[in-house]
């Protein structure tokens, strides 16, 4: 079944499941041509709705998507706002990073110039799509949408619809010290939202910069996130990265990075997965030249009936290339997790050392874990090591930790906070991971034990 553009008649021979995926598709693609842009990047937006045509809705039947079932989602008649509802400062400022110097908001996808702050330093710019000069914007044609897998639906989706977006760039040789925070807030009204948020990061050679991407809700009411971040690293470049989702168990979210690393290159996420009624990140990594290093932590903590999905795809193309992988999933109630890795070595990727490990704790009988971790090696000289582990809270340790005095309900709570801590220790901003921390320690888990 290919997706139609503009809007179809009623359609014969189509189930009422299928009909209702293109009636959807086809609702989202018509909020995304509405969407109001600058010339420029019409080209980009018309390529973009091509490539939706050749697209199909995916369902279950999908390997891809196997275990996340988007029924739900295309329930829903979403809406695009075509202005930024009010938010106050102090709704924003709850969010704020000690550490940080410059903060770009962006409300229900747009630019938000009276909530931000973009303190002048030498050798970065921080703006919005808007805001960047003609000048400037010639450079950013060879950067924006032309990562690989932009032709994926929901990656062209964003494309289709882009008006405007963050935009990072780190000049050659500059080593920013303060954190750049790109908050996404989405708030709710009546109807449901649909938001696209954007982000492009260019990282010059021998430049360095941590950013963090965090992604919060301002109310209990449905939405529809679709978030597309691309990251480019010249050689030398380092990028630590942190991605942080909590937004409603209202909320449907599905989000791309795509990555690519030049030769020498040193990237690192940490992706801090909380919130959504369906979630789903897809990270994707390519490597361009030799002797990059790529560190991948991951942590998903759900409970009640969230469902949150984690792909990521380590494409790796030249020799001498570093890569770990750790991601953990805390499950709880009926929720549901899903882990993805691929991580592909083909004969080119000589002397690789590739290390991937999934690991789960299901704290609840009813939680669920779909994990699928995937080594694919064409190589013949390389190291490359991968593995998942799913347990429940182990009842000796419970047991010794009350020989030592500590009730049952605390003691669970410690060994699932020391879960939790070995990736939110690895968050390089002291005060987002102090409130993550505190997050895990003060989990409770209701009722004693294994439900």
């Known amino acids: 079944m290919s997706i139609q553009v503009s809007s179809v008649p009623e359609q014969t021979g189509l189930s009422n499941a299928a009909q209702q995926r293109l009636d959807f598709a086809n609702h989202l693609i018509d909020l995304a041509k509405q969407s109001p842009s600058a010339e420029w990047l019409k080209p980009l937006r018309d390529r973009s709705l091509a490539l939706i045509q050749e697209q199909s809705f995916p369902t279950t039947k999908d390997e891809e998507w196997r275990f996340t079932d988007l029924s739900d989602l295309v329930k829903v008649r979403f809406e695009q706002i075509d202005r930024h509802s009010a938010v106050n400062v102090d709704a924003v ?26 303190a002048p330093e030498t050798g970065l710019t921080v703006s919005n799509l808007s805001g960047i000069s003609e000048a400037q914007r010639g450079s950013l044609e060879n950067y924006l949408g032309q990562q690989p897998g932009s032709e994926e639906l929901f990656t062209a989706l964003n494309t289709a619809g882009i008006s405007d977006a963050a935009v990072i760039k780190v000049a050659k040789n500059q080593a920013i010290k303060s954190p750049v925070h790109l908050l996404f807030v989405s ?5 449901p939202t649909f938001i696209q948020p954007r982000t492009l990061v260019i990282a010059e050679p021998n430049s360095s910069l941590t950013i963090v991407e965090e992604y919060e809700s301002i109310g209990e009411e449905q939405s529809f996130t679709n978030a597309v971040t691309e990251i480019f690293l010249a050689e030398n470049a380092q990028i630590s990265h942190t991605r942080i989702q ?47 290093e790529t560190y991948l932590n991951g942590l998903t903590f759900i409970r009640g009936e969230q469902l949150s999905d984690t792909h990521s795809t380590i494409a790796l193309t030249q020799p001498y290339g570093t890569t770990r992988q750790l991601h953990k999933c805390i499950i709880d109630d009926r929720a549901h997790a899903v882990f993805n890795g691929k991580v592909y070595v083909p004969q080119a990727a000589q002397q690789t050392d590739a290390g991937q490990l999934n690991r789960n704790l299901l704290l609840s009988s009813k939680a669920r874990i779909d994990t699928k971790p995937q080594l694919e090696i064409v190589a013949d000289n390389v190291k490359c090591t991968h593995g998942a582990t799913v347990s429940q809270l182990d009842e000796d340790e419970i047991f010794y930790l009350q020989s030592r005095g500590i009730d049952a309900a605390s003691a669970e709570r410690l060994l699932v906070y020391a879960f939790a801590y070995e990736v939110l220790d690895r968050i390089p901003v002291e005060s987002l991971k102090q409130s993550l921390v505190d997050f895990a320690r003060n989990y409770h888990s209701r009722p004693c034990g294994i439900r």
Do not use: W
């Open 93 to 118: 400022t709850q969010f704020a990073l000690t550490e940080e110097s410059t903060r770009l908001v962006f409300v229900n996808g747009m630019y938000a110039p009276e909530l931000s702050t973009i």
């Open 246 to 292: 909590r937004e409603s168990v209202a909320a449907f979210h599905i989000g791309k990075t795509a990555v690519s690393q030049a030769r020498t290159a040193r990237y690192t996420c940490n992706a801090i997965d909380l919130g959504g009624k369906l979630a789903r990140h897809h990270l994707e990594i390519y490597q361009t030249g030799e002797q990059t």
């Open 187 to 191: 708030t709710t009204r009546s109807k």
